[in-house]
């Protein structure tokens, strides 16, 4: 029981950090592990957006991270696991259309992996935690985690 409340706690804390270190306005990904981490993570990311909205009827925009981190490896690696999906794909820093669904994300380090949020048009939100499996390599922690909230847009 304790051990579940700490890491429920350890969790809460790195999406804390992680909201204080870029604002909630901004995309983060924290430092990745390796080159296998992002395919993981991005193919993961998609899937979530995929439960969330119609894939053949939806456009998506990925709000931009902070400029100190426009080369990470995993925001190319997301759009093309969302277009592989199906999503079209608009600019977000180039004016998006008005109907594309503007898509930000947090991905942190955190014990041994990594946890991701998602927020779909500020409406929807997404975590779910990523951890290392015996052979080192980056799997599904559980299911997403889900809140819906009021919308915004």
Do not use: K
């Amino acid at each position: 029981m304790i051990r579940s409340a700490r890491f429920a706690l350890s969790l809460l804390a790195a999406a804390l950090l992680a909201a204080c270190a870029t604002g909630m306005d901004a995309s983060y990904v924290g430092r990745l592990s390796g080159p296998d981490d992002v395919h993981t993570l991005a193919v993961g990311m998609a899937e979530f957006v995929s439960m969330e909205l119609p894939a053949a009827s939806s456009t998506v925009a990925l709000d931009p991270t902070p400029p100190e981190q426009a080369n990470n490896t995993l925001t190319p690696a997301f759009g093309a696991a969302l277009r592989s999906h199906g999503f079209a794909m608009a600019d977000a820093t180039g004016g998006a259309a008005p109907s594309a669904h503007h898509l930000r994300y947090w991905v942190t380090p955190l014990d041994n992996g990594d946890l991701v949020r998602l927020s779909i048009d500020g409406r929807a939100e997404g975590a779910r935690f990523f951890v290392r499996n015996t052979y080192g390599a980056l799997q599904s922690g559980g299911p997403f985690t889900v809140r819906q909230l009021a919308a915004s847009r």
